[in-house]
């Protein structure tokens, strides 16, 4: 079996990973990406299957404006996206492609995810895929959490698994999921029930965060997770009144100060004794002109806590300081939550099974059964499913070198990490033949 | 006439002025000065009333609690007050001397103040009162606002009043007032009644400022003042709840970060095109311990505008930013408004009156027809009360070199200008006859 | 003489301004309407001056970069501004037209701004422009604060003038100034010396309020002001340090969150007791996205003083708390003052001439001395200059009914209000004749 | 052996503990408490030492001045303290008792806490102490953390190893340790050598928490402790200048406005991602009055981390925030760290030992290898020591049902968990002798 691993397919990986990146595409948005992922399983034979066929509407958080999207179809179609793949997705990115054998035997399913960050890339000699000239062409788009990595990785798993087709039995499911940055691409699929068959999940990410709180290197290998933090995404937006600061000081409701003492006091809720906690407001803007009293102001933060109990004290915090500011200042305020996601808990027996297999991947040197995702994925929507209907599943770190943090316009990762990741999944799904 | 106003007098000025000072005594305390000041009055032959008869209860402000008044009263004894008077005071010091002339002429009155501040003098050389000997005795309590000069030139105005009695027609009020820092004592004699005949009113204060900003200096005079600030004492105390830090942060409720949050948030408060407007959170307590999340909070403030508008907008901002960072923190919030002061205006020919009459006083030199209070005074109330009832007053400030600031621990000021007060002050009166 | 002010001139006003109002053109880019003006005069027959002859260069405050100055001279060329006069404004607009009698004289100067805003102007019925199709038609510009009016009517002045010209003496100079607004468009015409000769200055506002703190309605005059606050304008950033806020929250470096810091404190800063003094940080942007701590944030304020001693004060308090947010939360700090304008006061002998003089302008009938500028205008450095060499000058309110306030997105006044005022400076050059 | 555990045993613990409860000392003040523990140790034939010769000066913490000390040496007196004792003690309360068989054997060595808290007990029925007549009497301090129990349990530990004497081998150090509350106690004796000859050592608390973050209740027992938190305990003072909020508030430098902007953005201190981190500013208290800008503010605040280098870090941002506000308001600031306390880590050999024995304790019935103690114990400071000199130490966990939470005013324990308590550490000395 060795051969199916060889050095064409790394070039493969390589060179769908550098393409991916170059044309970065952010949540709702992937539509290239889902073309081209969509096109070359179609062509290995898979069952593909795209747009209302694998999602619900109206389950999305933060889905742009149809302007925007239209302007991004167009320039998907411009950088090689097929425009009838696109039609078909119907404003939906995302690809299922099937793989059934017709033999009975397990319902497995991998999850991978395609979109890129609101980053602009670092666009500087040391950055290397600035040198290496893949770097993003989409201004302010950016591959930086490795999404491009995982794509090409399933594009791998997805070539090496036909080519083995005869030796399976049951049902492959490969999921190349859109918006898993706050955009809550899963939950869409899950709601279409494309999870409900499923006995075994799988989702992987590279990098992640060991128990030790230091980064998982190559080599390295996370078995399963139990700190998917419970995500709520909101943003606020304050309505004062403008005046002018000189003229009539008195006149004005100043949103502003209220958007500075309400991030400032978010900033300063307690922890929570249960768990790890983590608020941020990450953006803020308002005003108009230094010589107006700032008429309007708005701000996005995220609550995540170690659990449900946490992050739903956390939220009515957040609540309660968010409204307690608008009062203070007696401006007005809107308050929209844009997005949440579960905790989830990785199951101990798909663990071991992980464990176990990773045993026979040469590339991986330091296992570790549990390790922290250190934050949120919405992959946690997937594995709650799975569990419900008597599955199991669960989340696994690929360790790899990188240069720069997480989120950062400069992170890229160990490519190397990719061919031995193709292995382990397609091993996992060897394994569970048995 | 001259001879009234000779180095005798002078000299017992300087001596009331130092004994007032070492006896320091803070608002509704000022036992032992209102029992020297109604004894010297009864020994001169005014007709002396106290407590009740001058002032009606439950309109006062900051008004202690019984056994630290009992403790006052007694101290006041200890240091030489009456016991007997202290009883008739029945709690309200304050004294009102009346030299009826019982011919027909005008109804005058003097408003002298006597309280101290709750600051502790400074005990060092270089301060005029320690290296003189007469620096308050009484621990916390300092004469730094120059109530103590005011007390002892209404007792030289007495005695010089006293001697020219025959020349004298109409009535004359020598009204000597407890508690001008903050606790109110004038409404509770405005209420009743001791002003409803009055025609001309006259209060004074060493210092002042003039228009320009800078303080009035010895040999200066102003007339009058327009600038009373409306003024409004609140009081805030947050309840929240105790709770572990560590153990169970998110148990508690914190009182403290309430308190932090109110008090930088209010002195955000825009100013008002109509006016000044001075907001002051003074003093904060709260907190049990370092490692108890605070459970309360207290919190001191001033809101004052220079007319009712002004001071309405300021206190209006003041309520929603109090209750507004209580919500923000869960905490509960008691709010007492413990005093206000209302602006007033002095009249024009009160001030011609006494622009002319200080044209007869050698010591000033320098004349102001308007000056600035800068701040609130409670002889307001008294204005307000003579102006109702179509009498005119005004507010004079008595130039005078001083050391350090008004409210400072080392405040002290130039005691020549107490014999050309008394001076000023009777030639008012006979300014009056004609 | 009546005659020059008739049915036609008024058309020609109303023309002009609805024409400068529809294409607004905000600070520095004011190359048609300088070009219309410079246009204007030179066919009246006046030596008109343009760019580098007028403005000395470096002193300006918000100069745009060269691509956006590009863009603006080629938006006014398509606008219909002559290209080779915007050639000749050498990235300077404005016009000084002088009209020189070759008599013995007085020198004479008006100063008319032209600017607009950074304001979207309101774009629905109700709003006048808007109903009578004169709405700017340039995106996020308009006249909100009259400018537009102000250059028509120095254009219906330069008109009359030249009308009557051998009825005159002495020079006149018309000063159509560029970026009033924060750009300090007036100091590079007094260094380049154009006001060096002047003997009487007069610029004019529309509306103005009154010393009551009212606005000047229509058929109301204000001869002078006195309070042209000092004023600085500042810029900040703040450069921190991106970080995931639960992968590596201790890593990032919050700049958001200084900024907040910075602005609530900036906000407590304590008034003066020596004259107003008005602090406003009117905009900031801060952060990339909710879940990255935010690595940089920027933040705009005024600072304005009733006198320089003030505004000194104010600067101080600002930078030491920029500063300290600063190093609170460890974050670099760029501070920029990107203006600046001084505080002036208007002669007595000038106001007491405007004061004369509309008398006989039929339409005033309310008349005030002395008014309120509420705020800045850098008129003061053309004031201050002519005074330095001797001459007066004055600042004029011509009061205009207006609707919604200065600054507002659905600003607009009383367009009677051009007509006399063309007469009343045309008369006060006939006055200084005699 | 039973016959050691009986009714009156039990009863001893109960009037030792309500005695304890009812004179409650605070840290280095536990003169009388230390007394009675003296006197009952001399009296059961332990070795006794006191004072100097049980620990070292100088490394205290929050060590109160002599006249409050001398105070407090005299309340102790009149509350039954033998004054000789007191004498020897030397300003350093603690005892240390010393049972040596003179037969070789292990050194073993507990550590009960005195100390009682700063807390003003509640003084109501239906809290039990105060209906069973035992509240504290000595005002504003109580036993809300239940020392008075731990100090019980030492001496009927004390008395019963005394009778069973002969039985044992070795060393036996019973330690009552002073100010374990944020004074540092442990630190003397460490430094003093006392712990270097210990082999095997054991602190207990009543209470604790289990991992689950649920307090352990009656019959519950943890047997170790991971998470002592390292702790840093600062005071901060802030001096600016007084000046009147309306006469000159530019004068003023706010020490209260620096305080809670410190204090709020010390609360914002992003978490760390190797631990846990709590700070907290407890206390404050700011200004001297209303209509005084606020010349001074004092705050305390402790900054606990899970290790080290969370410490660290906290610790780094807390100076930051402090040093920056004050100088966003140009005020003095004075920084003292007042205590700090090393994390720790229980053995495993130690817990084992402990869960065997627990066995063999009849109350016991919910065991825990591993619990919480929920803060900081400087029994870190012991155990560290023991460790480095090759001992094993641990800190057990005794559940006990209470009423309200650990240092609110109405804390209560089960009175019942003291017998086991003893039993189990009588148990833990024979274990150790096989």
């Keep these: 079996m060795e051969s199916y691993f060889d050095n064409m397919l790394e070039k493969q990986l390589i060179d769908d990973r550098r393409d991916f990146h170059k044309y970065a595409e952010v ?8 073309s081209v992922v969509a096109k070359r399983l179609m062509d290995l034979g898979y069952d593909v299957k795209l747009g209302l066929d694998i999602c619900v509407k109206g389950v999305q958080f933060g889905y742009p404006d149809e302007e925007y999207m239209k302007f991004q179809e167009e320039r998907a179609i411009t950088q090689g996206a097929d425009s009838e793949l696109v039609k078909q997705m119907a404003g939906l990115p995302g690809v299922v492609g099937i793989l059934d054998t017709g033999k009975k035997g397990p319902v497995t399913a991998f999850r991978f995810d395609m979109d890129a960050l609101n980053n602009q890339e670092i666009l500087e000699s040391g950055h290397y895929p600035y040198e ?16 491009d990595g995982h794509t090409s990785i399933g594009l791998g798993v997805a070539q090496v698994l036909m080519k083995m087709k005869d030796k399976l039995t049951g049902k492959i499911k490969l999921i190349f999921q859109p918006a898993e940055e706050g955009g809550g691409g899963a939950i869409g699929m899950v709601k279409k029930g494309i999870l409900d068959d499923v006995e075994y999940f799988f989702a992987i990410h590279v990098g992640l965060t060991k128990l ?9 290998i996370i078995c399963g997770v139990n700190d998917f933090l419970d995500n709520r995404r909101i943003d606020v937006s304050y309505i004062g009144k403008a005046a002018h600061p000189c003229g009539d000081p008195h006149v004005g409701k100043n949103a502003l100060l209220a958007a500075c003492a309400a991030t400032l006091n978010i900033h ?7 768990g790890m906690l983590r608020i941020n407001v990450g953006k803020l803007e308002g005003g108009v002109s230094r010589n107006t009293i700032a008429p309007t102001a708005n701000f ?10 946490v992050a739903d004290y956390g939220e009515d ?16 305020s809107h308050i929209d939550i844009v997005g949440c996601t579960p905790s989830a808990t990785s199951d101990e027996k798909a663990i071991e099974m992980v464990y176990s297999v990773a045993q026979d991947v040469d590339w991986f040197k330091e296992y570790h059964r549990i390790g922290s995702v250190g934050g949120s994925d919405d992959a946690s929507d997937m594995i709650r499913q799975v569990q419900k209907n008597g599955g199991i599943g669960t989340y696994i770190g690929l360790g790899a070198d990188f240069a720069s943090g997480f989120h950062h316009s400069a992170f890229d990762f160990d490519e190397n990490v990719m061919l031995p990741s193709v292995e382990l ?3 996992l799904v060897e394994k569970l033949q048995k």
Excluded at 132 to 143: K, L, M, R
Excluded at 268 to 274: G, L
Excluded at 317 to 332: D, R
Aim: glycine share 10%; proline share 3%.
């Design 27 to 34: 949540k709702w948005t992937e539509f290239r990406t889902s």
């Design 132 to 147: 290496e000239g893949f770097a993003s062409i989409n201004e302010g788009f950016c591959h930086a959490c490795g999404h």
């Design 212 to 220: 030790d709180g230091l980064p998982l290197k190559s080599h390295g």
């Design 268 to 274: 300063s809720i307690a922890p929570h004794s249960e």
């Design 300 to 309: 996005q933060l995220e609550c995540r806590g170690e659990n449900q109990i």
């Design 317 to 332: 915090k957040v609540m309660a300081i968010i409204k307690g500011a608008a009062s203070m200042y007696q401006v007005e």
């Design 425 to 427: 999944l397609v091993k």
